[in-house]
């Protein structure tokens, strides 16, 4: 059995939480990193994590007991986050109330972190004689432009969430979640900068859709076969007959084997991934660029009140 947690927008889902996660409290870290076959339009990503969770039951059960396949509780989290461009915190709350299949959970989170020194100046709009989309949105402006700054600019970010799961026999699940999320950060670029979470362009004060379908199919105790489909897109702005921001946006598509151990508290995911602008004129790369590979290991510390985890 498995349950399905993101903390954020762009994290993708958690398929350890099932095995790890206990009513009452629970800490866990994990390290991610991606990397596209061939260097040039996608950034690569490294991002390491501390989160704690605390699970209290509608039910009238105990801490420290697993969660049934069809769990009904209030989650209240946090995590640090730190990556070679920021570093930061989130907080969030959510809620399942209904034991029934398939299960609903409603979710907001917070989050706060410092760019560190990596804001950028992007190109949110074509416009004939101040650079194109295509220019700035690749691997290589981005690494030749960080760092050159010693500004530690700010930015924030608020996170609400629908999520809605479907459980099959055999701890198989099909789910859907949607993100709507109001961003703002702090920037002397006219408004411009990018989002290295989702790896894309964005505005200082901007909204982010995130829609995530994801899947997960066991082939045997400690070995599954996980599915995950983004779609990510930003804001548009106009003022008058001025185009000041195009609405940007792009999908992915990961597929790959999560392997566990020690009661699911260990944990390591392999996917292979292909992703796509969803505009032609936003891309001049070629297909190999497209390809991406990540690598996710997950632990869970066991406290004393745990059962069957000690």
Known sequence: MLLAFTLSMGDGFDQ?????????????????????FVWGQWLPQFTADLHYTWLEPIEPLNYGERMGRIPTFLKMEGALEVSPFYAGYQVGFGLRPFKTNPQVEVSATYESFFYLMSNLEMVTSDVL???RIAETWNADYIVDNAWDSDEF???QLFDVAVKIEYFFPKSALIGLNMHYILTDISTDFSGKS???????????????????????????ENVALLVETSLFRTG???????????ALSYMMVRLGPHISWKEGLRSVTLE?????????R???????????VQLQYQGYFSFPIHKDAR
Request: without cysteine.
């Open 16 to 36: 350890s939480a099932q095995f790890g996660l206990r009513y009452g409290p629970n800490l866990s870290w994990s390290a991610m990193g991606n990397t596209p």
């Open 129 to 131: 004689g101040e650079g």
């Open 153 to 155: 600019d700010y930015a």
């Open 194 to 220: 990018y989002d290295y979470k989702l790896n894309m362009p964005v505005f200082s004060r901007d909204f982010i859709l995130d829609f995530e379908f994801f899947g997960r199919t066991p082939i045997s």
């Open 236 to 246: 548009f702005l106009r003022n008058g007959d001025v185009v000041e921001k195009e």
């Open 272 to 280: 292979l991934g292909f992703w796509n602008r969803l505009k032609d």
């Open 282 to 292: 936003f891309y001049d790369g070629n297909l190999a660029q497209q390809f991406i």
